[in-house]
Structure formats: C-alpha cells, structure tokens
C-alpha cells in the first residue's frame, strides 16, 4: 500500500495551464479506474474535484478535468485563478480491500 | 443538505483508547459505503477504513489492523471508529467520509494527539 507519487509543487500564472501528476502502478492508477482528485485549502476538509479519472462532481468548474495513462494519472487546471492556490491530492482505488492517496501538491498561483 | 459531523476526539496517553463518533444527516445513511480518513499535522491524506452500507464488509489499512476497528449502527445514522493501542504516528485530524472510491463529502474532522 504505498503512496501514489504526486509532485511536490506546481505553480502557474493566472489564465495559463497547469497538470499535477499522480503515479502508480498497474495495481491501483493502471489497473482500475477509480482515480479521484481532492483540493484542500488550509485548516478545512478536502473537496471532490474529479472521480472515476474524468468526472466532475456538480458545482466542480469545467477548468478542472482528470486523464489518465497507463500508470499515471493527471489532474489540468485551466485558466488558472487565484482561488485555485491549494493542495491538491489523487487517490485511486488498490484492490477491492483498498484505496491509496498520494502525497499532494501544493499549487500556487504566481 | 448533506451533514457528516465527527466527534471523539482528544489527547490520549500511548496505549490508550478512543471511539470516534461521525453523525450523519440529510441521505440516505444505508445506502453508502462509508470512511475514516486522517491527516497528520502537515502531512497529507491517508486512507483508514472503510464499511460497506450494509455493515457486511470491512477493510482496513495494514498499519492500523488489529488495533482500530470501522463499524455502523444504521438505525442511528453514526459511524464509529475503535481505535485502541495508540501510537504516536496515529496523531491526526480524522475525518469521516461518504463513498466507495471517490468521496463527494467530508466531515470537519476530529483531531486525536497521542502523546505523554
């Protein structure tokens, strides 16, 4: 059960484009698709942006959108804002018994 | 409006015990899988546990197998989280969370701090 592999950082300017990664393996990001996006501000719960790899829950802006292939995942914000500084974390399904995150990325907007 | 409220949770000496309570409010309680998810102080989000709506099915991460335990009382609308044997590295915000893989919502979490 260990860790996907999330870029620390990313950064962008508003208005430009920005794609966090998520790595696995073919035992959880390659083998099912089951990979969710979750953006944090400090101090508050995480919030759904994407689920089953492209999904956007209602209320979730058309900037965000997931892909994935093969082993990794990828989150693209476009049109970057500045609401959009934030940790953001992937998690993906490891088995029926399991689900697995990665370590996060902190976006800044520059 | 869709509510999860955890409770339950405090400092606690290594080797003690908790239960951590999630109150649940505006779904339909019996029709979700449901998780405990926690974070460190400035660490990211590790997966802990989970039950399926019926209460029939439970998993748990490996580092906390054998010592916490997931479980529902449906006609309560609670989740709860036994959690005995502490150790320092289980020092985290909890938070209970609604889903099977992707989770569209989240409690306001319940800090735990193990410590002496």
């Known amino acids: 059960q260990s860790a996907l592999t999330q870029p620390p950082s990313a950064s962008g300017s508003p208005g430009q484009s920005v794609t966090i990664s998520c790595t696995g393996t073919?035992?959880?990001?390659?083998?099912?698709?089951?990979v969710s996006w979750y953006q944090q501000y400090p101090g508050k719960a995480p919030k759904l942006m994407i689920y089953?790899?492209?999904k956007r829950p209602s209320g979730v802006p058309d900037r965000f959108s997931g892909s994935k292939s093969g082993n990794t995942a990828s989150l693209t914000v476009s049109g970057l804002q500045a609401e959009d500084e934030a940790d953001y974390y992937c998690?993906?399904?490891?088995?029926?018994?399991?689900?697995?995150f990665g370590g996060g990325t902190k976006l800044t907007v520059l | 409006e869709v509510q999860l409220v955890e409770s339950g949770g405090g400092l606690v000496q290594p080797g003690g015990s908790l239960r951590l309570s999630c109150a649940a409010s505006?779904?339909?309680?019996?029709?979700?899988?449901m998780n405990w998810v926690r974070q460190a102080p400035g660490k990211g989000l590790e997966w802990v546990a989970k039950?399926?709506?019926?209460?029939?099915?439970?998993y748990h991460v490996d580092s906390v197998k054998g010592r916490f335990t997931i479980s529902r009382d449906n006609a309560k609308n609670s989740l709860y989280l036994q959690m005995n044997s502490l150790r320092a590295e289980d020092s985290a915000v909890y938070y209970c969370?609604?889903?099977?893989?992707?989770?569209?919502?989240w409690g306001l979490g319940t800090l735990v701090t193990v410590s002496s």
């Open positions: 039950i399926k709506a019926d209460g029939s099915e439970k």
């Open positions: 073919n035992s959880d990001v390659g083998g099912y698709n089951f």
């Open positions: 505006g779904f339909a309680f019996t029709a979700y899988w």
């Open positions: 969370a609604r889903g099977q893989y992707g989770f569209g919502y």
């Open positions: 998690s993906s399904c490891a088995g029926s018994n399991n689900l697995v």
């Open positions: 089953e790899v492209t």
